[in-house]
């Protein structure tokens, strides 16, 4: 009777832990959050241990705690691969939500089993008791699953995001003046700059301008989500025009030349070149002197007589190491703000807008759908991403507010353009997909 009452105590533990269990390995396991994901094993070790303690102490087994520690140790040896075989097999991509939600239903089932199986051998007894387990396994059930459902929403991507669809949304997109055939490639943004501080005053202006609103990793598709307020529909209105353009070296479907990353990406961009002649073609390469940005090149050239270049990646400081060094030593009157957050970027260039005298190429880079991207999925039904281009867009009206209400404004002839340096799949990007290579570049004139 003693015996009985402690496999049910146990039995109730391992039940009540796993309940406990299901309010923190969601999270643990789908953002790797490190001390989430060790508690998460821990509840899991300690009650399988208990569950299967419970079992064979049923059998009047004295020595119950060999057999528990084996088959917890088998438990783990089955759960612990599961990862690679359900995320590479099943999905065919990382899938974290995915691992979770079946290893939910799987736990739920083995545990069901064993809770039933002690109470088979404990017999009637263990009635009520069984019955609390299997209501606290019910339970854990649904928390897991609430818990795993906005990731799945997040990232349902996996089933939905194929290179059919995205030509099905990329026709439906009406702003754009081509086709992803005939995109545009990157590089033509350093020569639409060139051309406008080429390009004779326009009567009545007296200074050449441009402010460029980098948007780091948003998609070409997420245009998509134009609510009427974005500060791209407002330059287009405003007589602007808005093209596809391809990253990566090359238009898909063919390979490319350079990975679809950030600095090749940017660099590509302030080069007017490609990786294989300024050397960027990944992160983390520092450019050398031969191919320099139009932060320098505007101002050598005679076109202008300050830039700015205001960011929050630090990668940036490694590419452009060499050229800051340079500017230093011939005195130039170049910013390179490395700023703590994407608040700070806007901040930052605003400040310099407010002043009489602002920089005349001013460069900004927004993180928001390259973070969010990497953090929940890039996906434009992905609620997460929807936030950072909508986040995009205020920082840019703000910017926008700020040219277009300087004192000198009627004077000034600007060139305002929004841009990426590369879409995404899943949560990265580099690599070939369709998804990875397109993104846009909206001109206001
Ligand atoms: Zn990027």
């Not at 520690?69 to 040896?77: E, K, R």
């Not at 030509?167 to 020569?191: C, F, K, S, W």
């Not at 294989?276 to 992160?283: E, L, M, P, R, Y």
């Not at 927004?366 to 929940?376: L, P, V």
Request: aromatic share 14%; hydrophobic share 40%; with cysteine.
């Amino acid at each position: 009777m003693l015996n009985q009452k402690k496999i049910q105590l146990a039995t109730l533990i391992a039940s009540i832990l796993t309940l406990a269990n299901a309010f923190v390995y969601p999270k643990g396991f789908i953002d790797w959050n490190i001390g989430l994901y060790a508690v998460g094993i821990v509840l899991l070790v300690v009650t399988a241990f208990l569950l299967f303690f419970s079992l064979f102490s049923a059998k009047q087994n004295k020595k119950a705690w060999l057999p528990a520690l084996i088959g917890t140790a088998a438990y783990m040896a089955v759960l612990m691969p599961m990862t690679f075989v359900v995320n590479n097999l099943v999905f065919g991509k990382v899938a974290p939500w995915g691992w979770t939600a079946i290893c939910t239903v799987l736990n739920f089932v083995f545990w069901l089993v064993l809770v039933l199986q002690i109470k088979k051998r404990t017999g009637d007894s263990s009635k009520k008791g069984a019955f609390v387990c299997i209501l606290l396994l019910v339970v854990f059930f649904v928390v897991s699953a609430v818990n795993i459902y906005p990731n799945y929403m997040a990232t349902n991507f996996i089933l939905y995001d194929t290179t059919d669809n995205y030509y099905e949304r990329m026709d439906g997109i009406e702003i754009y003046e081509n086709t992803v055939e005939t995109a545009i490639p990157m590089t033509q943004l350093h020569t639409m700059i060139e051309e406008h501080f080429n390009a004779p005053l326009p009567e009545g202006k007296t200074e050449k301008k441009v402010l460029v609103l980098g948007w780091d990793g948003c998609r070409a598709d997420a245009m998509t989500l134009l609510d009427g307020t974005s500060v791209v529909e407002r330059l287009l209105q405003d007589g602007g025009k808005a093209y596809i353009a391809y990253c990566g070296g090359a238009n898909y479907p063919e390979n490319i030349t350079q990975a679809t990353s950030t600095a090749p990406g940017w660099c590509s961009m302030l080069t007017g070149q490609w990786g294989a002649s300024h050397g960027i073609t990944g992160n983390g390469i520092e450019k050398e002197n031969e191919q320099m940005s139009l932060f320098v090149t505007a101002i050598e050239d005679g076109y202008i007589d300050a830039s700015a270049f205001y960011f929050s990646w630090d990668g940036h400081l490694t590419t452009y190491g060499n050229e800051i060094e340079y500017c230093n030593e011939k005195g130039y009157n170049t910013t390179w703000l490395y700023c703590d957050d994407d608040n700070m970027t806007a901040d930052s260039a605003l400040a310099d807008l407010q002043q009489a005298d602002c920089s005349d190429f001013i460069f900004t880079i927004f993180e928001y759908c390259d973070r969010n991207g990497h953090e929940y999925g890039y996906w434009n039904l992905n609620p997460m991403y929807q936030q950072a281009f909508a986040d995009s867009n205020e920082k840019g009206n703000l910017l926008v507010d700020a040219v277009q209400s300087r004192p000198t404004y009627e004077t000034e002839d600007w060139l305002i353009l929004i841009t990426s340096d590369h879409g995404g799949y899943v949560r990265g990007h580099g690599d070939e997909s369709i998804m990875e290579r397109m993104m846009f570049i909206v001109t206001s004139k």
